[in-house]
């Protein structure tokens, strides 16, 4: 099966507090799109997510409206691991549950306390009238890991750890809500 694709795109939504240099992002939650890879009827998919996740950055560009960060937190992050075989279906059937033979489909997951590191970028685009508030546009390039090796679990199936690495390169979009004191 050709590898997974190392770079995971994600969606977040949060809030942000800035004290001259410092940066500080709290996310609900980032959900990230799925990473799939395909040979012939086999598919492999992953997901990585985020909750609760708090970022510490120091702006190395500290502008009005653009400020370039590096950034490193901890997060609640939620893994998973899809196997699917498509099956062939089966011309002497008799009835819905033997329409289709050969079907496998085995989902894997794993919730571990992780660290993420990286660059980030924030674009300020909406302020009120007195500019005490503003909407933020953010991309954060960094990688996302566990604390502790990824166990996923299935039914009857403890720890398995399949070597498949989740987060690898994440980039990470979303909107950020700032107020200035």
């Known amino acids: 099966m050709p590898p997974l694709n190392a770079i995971s795109g994600r969606f977040g939504f949060g809030g942000s507090f800035k004290n001259e240099h410092t940066i500080l ?3 609900f939650f980032t959900l990230g799109f799925n990473n799939k ?3 012939g009827k086999e598919s492999v998919t992953t997901s990585l997510s985020n909750m609760l996740q708090f970022d510490l950055g120091y702006a190395v560009l500290n502008k009005e409206r653009v400020s370039i960060y ?26 819905l549950a033997n329409m289709h033979t050969d079907e496998n489909h085995v989902r894997l997951e794993s919730t571990r306390l992780g ?19 503003k909407t933020i ?21 403890p720890d398995y750890q399949p070597h498949i690495k989740q987060g690898d390169w994440l980039l990470t979009v979303g909107f950020k809500f700032a107020t200035k004191r």
């Not at 691991?81 to 498509?86: A, G, P, Q, S, V």
């Open 25 to 27: 992002d709290f996310y």
């Open 37 to 39: 890879s395909f040979m």
């Open 70 to 95: 590096p950034y490193a937190g901890i997060a609640l992050r939620f893994s998973s691991i899809t196997y699917k075989k498509r099956s062939d279906p089966n011309p002497n059937y008799t009835s």
């Open 115 to 133: 660290y993420q590191y990286g660059v980030g970028i924030d674009y300020a685009f909406g302020y009120n009238r007195s500019k005490t508030y």
């Open 137 to 157: 546009l953010f991309l954060k390039a960094g990688v996302n890991r566990p604390f502790k090796a990824d166990k996923y679990k299935s039914d009857g199936i």
